[in-house]
């Protein structure tokens, strides 16, 4: 069920979050995910016709208000309405953030892509809940674009204002690197859209994150940064 208010105040408190194709399991898939520990959900699928496209949406949906976690629509915020979406994520050559939300409202969650220094800086006027600072590595999911490197995760996290949810790579093995770096949020794909046991590799992720950033508290003290 989705809170008063939508689900933008959660965001700050949410750690992993899965961009998913469309796929013929798509509702087990998003079931294991979620019962494994992702906590935030995009639908992304750049092949599918709008109607389809709403429909299969439609079914995300309906896992994650099972799961009490919010589900996101990838860059069309006319369809995420349509659908009755928890919010968009839109892109550097979508539709602006200030038309994603006069789509969408207030009471939607608006997230945006950055991959330099300079969209960061521009999005900190925007009308955004969120961004995500990446790819840090080379992925199939952006083909053609450089990674980031973890340096600019640091630049982000330090400058947003708001969530930062990390792309590229994220796996057990490179959490420790990103929280060090300044990570908070992750999202990830790969790791969970090509295993084999999607519950127990969630699970295995989300460990790594929480054990990641407890140390990096005990450290430091409470975590800096977003």
Same mark, same amino acid.
């Given at each position: 069920?989705?809170?008063?208010?939508?689900?933008?105040?959660?965001?700050?408190g949410r750690?992993?979050?899965?961009c998913?194709?469309d796929?013929?399991?798509?509702?087990?898939?998003?079931?294991?995910?979620?019962s494994?520990?992702?906590? &935030?959900?995009? @639908?992304?699928?750049?092949?599918?016709?709008?109607?389809?496209?709403?429909?299969?949406?439609?079914?995300?949906?309906?896992?994650?208000?099972?799961?009490?976690?919010?589900?996101?629509?990838?860059?069309?915020?006319?369809?995420?309405?349509?659908?009755?979406?928890?919010?968009?994520? @839109?892109?550097?050559?979508?539709?602006?953030?200030?038309?994603?939300?006069?789509? $969408? *409202?207030? *009471?939607? $969650?608006?997230g945006?892509?950055?991959?330099?220094?300079?969209?960061?800086?521009?999005?900190?006027?925007?009308?955004?809940? %969120? $961004?995500?600072?990446?790819?840090?590595v080379?992925?199939?999911?952006?083909? /053609?674009?450089? /990674?980031t490197?973890?340096?600019? @995760?640091?630049?982000?996290?330090?400058r947003?204002?708001?969530p930062?949810?990390?792309?590229?790579?994220?796996?057990?093995?490179?959490?420790?690197?990103?929280?060090?770096? *300044?990570?908070?949020?992750f999202?990830?794909?790969? %790791?969970?859209?090509?295993?084999?046991?999607?519950?127990?590799?969630?699970?295995?992720?989300?460990?790594?994150v929480d054990?990641? &950033?407890?140390?990096?508290?005990?450290?430091n003290?409470?975590?800096?940064?977003?």
């Open positions: 069920m989705t809170p008063p208010g939508g689900w933008r105040a959660s965001l700050a750690r992993l979050y899965l998913t194709p796929r013929p399991d798509l509702e087990s898939f998003l079931d294991a995910c979620l494994g520990g992702v906590d &935030l959900v995009q @639908v992304r699928d750049k092949h599918l016709d709008a109607r389809p496209l709403v429909a299969r949406a439609r079914r995300a949906l309906a896992v994650c208000r099972d799961h009490g976690v919010p589900c996101i629509l990838n860059d069309r915020p006319d369809l995420a309405l349509e659908a009755d979406m928890d919010g968009v994520h @839109v892109g550097q050559d979508d539709v602006s953030p200030a038309i994603a939300r006069r789509i $969408v *409202g207030d *009471g939607r $969650v608006v945006l892509s950055t991959h330099a220094p300079a969209e960061l800086d521009a999005s900190v006027d925007e009308p955004v809940d %969120y $961004v995500s600072a990446g790819p840090v080379p992925t199939p999911t952006k083909p /053609g674009r450089p /990674g490197g973890n340096e600019y @995760v640091t630049y982000a996290t330090a947003a204002g708001r930062v949810f990390v792309t590229g790579g994220v796996t057990p093995e490179t959490v420790p690197a990103l929280v060090e770096a *300044g990570a908070r949020h999202v990830v794909v790969r %790791y969970l859209v090509a295993a084999d046991d999607p519950a127990a590799a969630a699970a295995r992720l989300r460990r790594a054990d990641s &950033l407890d140390e990096a508290a005990d450290r003290g409470a975590p800096s940064g977003w």
